[in-house]
């Protein structure tokens, strides 16, 4: 990777992305609201952008998603996917 690369990459990066120690923080929160079918991309913009474009932060909450999820699945409720920006 090229200085220039990371210049791009930065360019390209959404003014609303709260970054990797934000949604982290938010994380849980995050993944309860999704698991209930809350608008998570309106409730927390940030958060949602921040996991599109970052691939570390994305796969965590996809697997805290199927944890709460597979807690729900054990009272027989399911929450449907939420939806992505």
Not at 9 to 36: K, N, Q, S, W
Not at 38 to 50: I, L, Q, S, T
Request: aromatic share 4%; proline share 7%; charged share 20%.
């Amino acid at each position: 990777m090229n200085g220039w690369s990371a210049l791009d990459r930065f360019l390209r990066t959404d003014p609303r992305d709260v970054g990797c120690g934000e949604a982290m923080e938010m994380l849980h929160i995050y993944a309860e609201l999704a698991a209930a079918g809350a608008p998570v991309d309106e409730r927390c913009p940030g958060v949602a952008v921040h996991l599109l474009a970052c691939g570390p932060c994305g796969e965590d909450f996809e697997g805290l998603l199927a944890a709460v999820r597979g807690q729900g699945s054990l009272t027989g409720t399911r929450a449907p996917r939420p939806h992505r920006l």
